[in-house]
């Protein structure tokens, strides 16, 4: 796993009423591909989801890094509620069974493009983009091989959670409370293997020197784990 990953991503668009815009990387000798469903008020150009993406590439995982809304979407979204805190509200980004709908999109796509549709399939999903990969892995358990969410808004998903049988892992930051215990109450509702990881000294964004690392790391190593027992038509191997 010394693979040094490709610096050319390509560009993607997945269809909607519209467009879905995004970056494929796919690195040499890829062994499953991750879909990025990031979180309010981010985008494709995220510095922290690109730092996670190359942590994921260079264990020989590609990535698609892809914005849910379309632009005129996210017009509509950056006039609406709070850009810190991402409080919810009326704008398209806060309209989870939207988002949910665009992960599947985007999902659909990966299955049957030729570049990628060989690979099993991941999550990665952060804050709402998170809800919305929870809804997601409830509509394609089978697609499906392994999810990890980063301070995810559990509570946005309550109504999925039963149906999740994607194996699943939770990372959030030991600083952050209200995530620690909101996630924690998602463990107990998800029927599916899941698992939650605390990063002590995080704060809600892991800004802290190293604690990003920390979440990579985490997040390769279960795709790693989770991708080595499927054959080549994405099932699991008996």
Request: with cysteine; hydrophobic share 45%.
């Amino acid at each position: 796993m010394t693979d040094i990953p490709s610096r050319e991503p390509q560009p993607v668009e997945v269809p909607v009423d519209g467009a879905l815009s995004g970056f494929l990387l796919l690195p040499q000798g890829a062994t499953g591909l991750v879909v990025f469903a990031h979180g309010r008020r981010s985008s494709k150009y995220s510095r922290r989801n690109r730092a996670l993406a190359e942590i994921l590439n260079r264990g020989r995982l590609a990535t698609l890094l892809l914005d849910l809304l379309t632009p005129e979407e996210q017009a509509a979204d950056g006039a609406a509620g709070d850009p810190h805190t991402g409080d919810v509200d009326d704008g398209p980004g806060a309209n989870i069974a939207l988002l949910t709908e665009r992960v599947i999109r985007a999902l659909d796509w990966a299955a049957t493009s030729p570049r990628v549709r060989a690979l099993p399939l991941g999550l990665f999903g952060s804050g709402t983009g998170a809800a919305a990969a929870l809804g997601a892995a409830a509509e394609r358990r089978r697609e499906l091989q392994a999810l990890v969410c980063r301070g995810a808004r559990t509570d946005l998903a309550t109504g999925a959670l039963p149906q999740v049988m994607t194996p699943t892992l939770l990372i959030v930051a030991g600083l952050d409370p209200q995530a620690v215990d909101i996630n924690r109450q998602a463990i107990g509702a998800i029927p599916g293997e899941s698992r939650l990881e605390i990063v002590p000294g995080a704060t809600r964004l892991f800004e802290e020197a190293g604690r990003l690392d920390n979440v990579g790391l985490l997040a390769r190593d279960w795709f790693l784990s989770h991708f080595a027992g499927t054959d080549e038509s994405g099932e699991q191997a008996r």
